[in-house]
């Protein structure tokens, strides 16, 4: 043990912030026996001092400012746990400049202001840690950046957005629509009252940004990535997809081309094999598959937000975070050590998909799909209409049609060509197929 | 970037060894950016200089004794990968003693001699590190130690015999018996010519001794630890677990009982619920679930075993005792922080049992087995016999039954009981049953 005991800084005493410093309450003296240091948190800061609080805490360690943890020179590590990206940056910058190692969870500043974050954090040599900013308390950051560390990683493709996945879920297990499925997940807490950011995948996307730069070494622009969320996923979406053998995920891929050193990123709903074990993952979890040249394939699956799955993570960089902290010049951090990949365009990106065709039953219909399929050199590699145990409409039908691989930019074309045709909706429903055999 | 590379000493170049030196090799540079450390490999230790090898190596860097590498005070870190206990034991000391870190993969030696490696480790302040010892490249040393460090471990199940997985997933997926697929693992290379430390659970309890020790802080005695291997599961047995929405695993289950301050510990193959992704990992991939009292279940999953896999944990661990062997004081590595634990006897552990009877037809034999099952005051949940598509024999018939969950040592001796009677086998096969639903 060391003689002094390390001196934690806290900022934020929201959900997260309540269960970090419960828990490092509740099991300081494992955590201490564990890291065979002694710690103790001396401040806490919060916005409104006045606030009822559910948690037991000396009012004595509350501050409302948090300046007064970064300029306190006792305090050794500060947790960031404020959110938003305006204040946080404030004060994290501002620890980082005063060589405090700083553990965060802000997944949206990491993926807006990441670049900026680390460069401080190099020249300060304070250092930033963030397992929390991704996949709740799976250690992702940790097995990517330590473990796998030997590993050009070849393919990261998870479901890292709990919200979205437990109204998938809930769709596909009551065969309910997407706003049933999200009405559900409100009530039960699963989704904020503005589920906005989940649904659309612009959450999935920051943390996708996050996964990028550690497994290719550098902050990638957020501009870049093709983001689609579950808002048009249907039942009838569903049914195929089960007869069909998959089922539907939010998936965020992530790709390098070694060819062509492009890096390809995108998240959208997903066909996904039911036998592969992603399919099986469902509800609030969380799976991140990574794919490395050495250790082949590899997955990480549990609670992907929450109370308390989150501030384990947040704990397990705060114990680093301490080890660290002697020496930071060999600390455990995530040091950017290359340049920016080029991003390769969605309209380059290859898969299979499924598309479904709202068509009228008019003679020809399927020849004029076909046909313009096969000018462009798109192979079909199954067909099928309205799905088991469905009504038939009087005058319209479902057409679904599985293509083999073949490049968005493509496939977009050809759609746009088929909406030419009056017996065609224009807007056919189009999912990408992950069928994870890629060589 | 340090001034002077930090020096390697490779000790064993067999299978994995030849992964960790090529690996070494055609990823030096991205590992180099990635730890900002530099490295080399200075001295490579074999048993025989003039064997040929199927990797290009400079003879110069070769030695048929490892005790140069011990003794050369340019090389800082140690790697152990001769196996064995008995070599691998003096050389892990030998370094240790010269406070050398050491990273190996040695399961069986830290099996059976954890504790002393550790006392030594903490006497002479140079690191052990072994993450290659468990699940192969699976990431969950690292995890335990490191990433979860705030949880206490409430329990761990897992698969972590690639050989026994291959073969139990080929009975299931083939409907073949043991011996075939036994002789189907021997010919892929994923069983040894001498198979029986996989398939007998012995190779699974030593990692699970491990697991167990990074979980509840201290080497377990390795003496205490039930053991079953997959010798006798059948493919009728296979049969009625998937009427019963079941597969077969060969299961490691820790589980700490926190009345009774026990710890349970055991192998066996182990009926799981279908839907279960532990259920879903087939073929020589391995899975561990970790439940802890913050982070909730989490799932490791990946190659257990082989080449790659296995090198990429060591290198992992090289690069971390990088980091570390400038701080030995506030190294990475484990160190134990507390008393055994108590083991718990197999004939406390309570679970729900598959019974399979093999008995006559004649009146009265399922009322005998009712009978004294009920005196035992052990409830049925299910009963059936022969199973779906198979013939009946002539006289005797499979007589399968669900048991609620009851201690092991209740339904053995109800058992021995029931093997009074001249009607039934005196030897019915039991696997337990793991529901993961515990509270």
């Not at 990491?110 to 670049?115: D, I, K, S, T, V």
């Not at 559900?184 to 920051?206: C, I, M, Q, T």
């Not at 089960?242 to 709903?269: A, D, F, M, N, W």
Request: aromatic share 6%; charged share 25%.
């Amino acid at each position: 043990m060391t003689a002094k005991p390390l001196q934690i800084g806290l900022a934020g005493l929201g959900t997260v912030g309540t269960g970090v410093y419960e828990t490092l309450c509740r099991n300081h003296e494992l955590l201490e026996a564990r890291v065979q240091m002694s710690f103790e948190v001396k401040r806490v800061a919060v916005r409104d001092l006045g606030r009822p609080r559910d948690v037991a805490i000396d009012p004595a360690l509350l501050t409302d400012d948090w300046r007064t943890l970064v300029e306190d020179p006792d305090i050794d590590i500060i947790i960031e746990l404020i959110g938003g990206v305006t204040d946080a940056y404030e004060l994290i910058t501002a620890a980082l400049r005063a060589h405090k190692p700083v553990v965060t969870g802000n997944k949206a500043l990491l993926a807006e202001r990441g670049g900026e974050l680390f460069r401080l954090s190099a020249e300060t040599e304070a250092p930033l840690y963030f397992e929390a900013s991704c996949g709740g308390g799976i250690p992702i950051i940790q097995s990517l950046t330590a473990s796998l560390i030997c590993n050009n990683v070849e393919r990261i493709a998870g479901i890292i957005n709990g919200t979205s996945n437990y109204i998938l879920s809930a769709m596909e297990r009551k065969g309910v629509s997407y706003e049933e499925a999200l009405s559900a997940a409100r009530r039960k807490g699963y989704a904020e009252a503005d589920p906005s950011l989940d649904v659309n995948g612009r959450d999935a996307a920051h943390k996708a940004l996050i996964l990028a730069m550690l497994a290719y070494g550098t902050p990638v622009d957020p501009r870049a990535i093709a983001v689609y969320g579950i808002e048009r996923v249907t039942p009838v979406d569903f049914q195929f997809a089960h007869r069909l053998g998959y089922t539907i995920k939010l998936l965020v891929v992530i790709k390098h081309h070694e060819g062509s050193g492009k890096l390809e990123l995108r998240v959208q709903p997903s066909f996904v094999p039911k036998e592969h074990l992603l399919a099986n993952v469902n509800g609030v979890f969380n799976a991140i598959a990574v794919r490395g040249d050495i250790v082949g394939e590899t997955i990480f699956y549990g609670r992907g937000a929450g109370k308390n799955p989150t501030a384990s993570a947040v704990i397990g960089d705060v114990m680093l975070a301490m080890r660290d902290c002697r020496h930071p010049e060999h600390h455990s951090g995530f040091h950017p050590y290359t340049q920016a990949p080029e991003l390769m365009p969605a309209e380059e990106t290859v898969t299979p998909y499924y598309v479904r065709f709202l068509v009228q039953d008019r003679p020809g219909v399927i020849a004029a799909i076909a046909a313009e399929l096969a000018k462009k050199g798109i192979g079909i590699s199954a067909i099928t209409s309205t799905p088991h145990g469905e009504e038939e409409q009087a005058d319209s039908n479902d057409l679904v049609l599985l293509l083999h691989a073949c490049a968005w930019g493509k496939l977009k074309q050809a759609l746009r060509e088929i909406g030419n045709y009056d017996s065609i909706d224009r807007h056919p429903v189009v999912f990408r197929i992950e069928n994870f055999n890629e060589s």
